[in-house]
């Protein structure tokens, strides 16, 4: 059952999870809309645990623009097929110029 209500576009970039008190945590994406983003992690996270998500957002043209944006775990399960937890994350005030590309994806 699909649970986002925004449209999913593929992105495939590495980045970073940071929690108060713990190291960064390495993830790689795979799809961001406007409401969140899922990415694939070695490690689950407990639901609604909020922090950072720090990752290159690719920009067009081959240019990539670092980001860092506030998200809270949505949910989170194993997935064989990627190797690692599919942590799904929402975001939390996601900057006005950020929402343009993503809604200028295609």
Not at 7 to 25: A, D, E, K, M, S
Not at 43 to 56: A, E, N, R, W, Y
Not at 98 to 103: A, E, G, M, R
Request: hydrophobic residues 40%; contains cysteine.
């Amino acid at each position: 059952v699909e649970s986002r209500v925004h449209r999913r576009h593929p992105i495939r970039t590495r980045g970073h999870l940071l929690f108060n008190g713990h190291q960064p945590i390495p993830v790689r994406t795979l799809d961001i809309s406007v409401g969140g983003i899922c990415v694939v992690s070695e490690f689950t996270l407990p639901i609604k645990i909020q922090g950072v998500m720090d990752f290159s957002m690719p920009m067009g043209n081959g240019r990539f623009a670092q980001q860092k944006i506030g998200i809270q775990v949505i949910h989170s399960i194993f997935c064989s097929k990627e190797d690692g937890f599919r942590i799904g994350l929402m975001f939390i005030k996601l900057p006005v110029g950020l929402l343009k590309v993503i809604q200028a994806m295609h």
